[in-house]
């Protein structure tokens, strides 16, 4: 789960992770009321989404005084930024961060992810902050200091100091380095992070290092043990049908193409859309309704495909173990009969009573085209669209 940068920061300070003074805004006059508090200009205004790359769509501005303050807010709030992580559709801003601006004397880079080749949380800083780190990793790859944390031992002093001495930071800054890095792994650790991210870490001409951005994504996995952090996310940034489906319980991503699939199973669902593909067409979604899915769930799930106005066909893949396929066949008899139908169908089942589910497709009344196998159905399904 992707949280605003404002609400990063926010659980950054609860761990003692320095961040400069500011607060949000859904307003210009907002705006100029958290500028007035601060007191001492100059200031930035930062557009807040769930993308990187905002000050070169023009969502990060400077400001000297509090009424330039409300000034810049009145155009960044309201406005569709694109950034190469939005795509050419662009995301509305509803909110932006009012903070000091800061005298910076270095830009550096630290980022905590999962390595799941090693099974561990690996720390990376470099001292090439500011840019992507996947350009940097590209262009200079000898700028990137790693360290994998043992989870049995957890985060060690030596690699502290490694990173810290690694991006050449001089000794002045060794100790406010060491509790920086330490604090963001606790954080990391103890909310179930998959990311978190801090581009630029600064430090300041006054020493002082301070959290300048904050990307911070959570476990969805771990939420039920966070009920505080899953009140965190924005609907507004979530896609529409990922969001309905979430209240479904559903795996459901969409994807850019024009044939809808619908399968228990994440591997499968992964093949179905190799085999989608391989068969000359593209996937609309990926959508997993899981082995334990009730006939509400398949229900639900159809439905959600079918609201996507780029599906041309739907590709059903079935293999029954847990979810029986009568009963997928009763969830999807209910979603026909309830959406407007006007796409092919192909349906490929196996396994648990799959000869009481064919009866049920077959004597429903409704229009069905039935597979022999999953190749046999992404062939299906690529002609009829085509």
Sequence with gaps: ????????????????????????????SEARTVAEELE?????????????????????????TSEEVEKVAGQILGMTLITPQTGPEGRVVNTVLVEQAQDID????????LDRSLARPVIMMSAAGGMDIEEVAARTPELIIKEAIDPA????????????????????LLRPAVSFIENLYRMFTALDCSLAEINPL???KKGEMLALDAKINLDDNALFRHHDLAA???????????????????NYIRLSGNIGAMVNGAGLAMATMDLIKAAGAEPANFLDVGGGASADMVANGFRIILSDPRVKGVLINIFGGILRCDRLAEGVIAAVKEVKVQVPIIIRLEGTNVEEGRKLLAESGLTFTVAKDMRD??????ALVQ
Excluded at 46 to 62: E, L, V
Excluded at 106 to 113: A, C, K, V, W
Excluded at 377 to 382: D, G, I, N, W
Aim: no cysteine; hydrophobic share 40%; net charge positive.
């Design 377 to 382: 159905a992404a062939h299906k399904v690529a």
């Design 202 to 204: 600064v430090v300041t």
């Design 232 to 250: 965190l996310e924005d609907p507004d940034e979530m896609d529409p049908l990922e969001h309905e489906a979430r209240k479904h319980h559903l």
């Design 40 to 64: 001492q200009g100059p200031f930035v205004v930062k557009a807040q989404i769930h993308a990187g790359g905002r000050g070169k769509g023009g969502g990060i501005k400077t400001a000297a």
């Design 106 to 113: 270095r830009e550096l880079y630290l980022g905590i992810i």
């Design 1 to 28: 789960m992707k949280i605003h940068e404002y609400q990063g920061k926010d659980l950054l300070k609860k761990f003692k992770v320095p961040t400069p003074a500011g607060d949000v805004a859904v307003t210009p």
């Design 153 to 172: 031992t957890g985060l060690m002093p030596y690699q502290t100091r490694n990173l810290a001495f690694g991006v050449g930071l001089e000794p002045a």
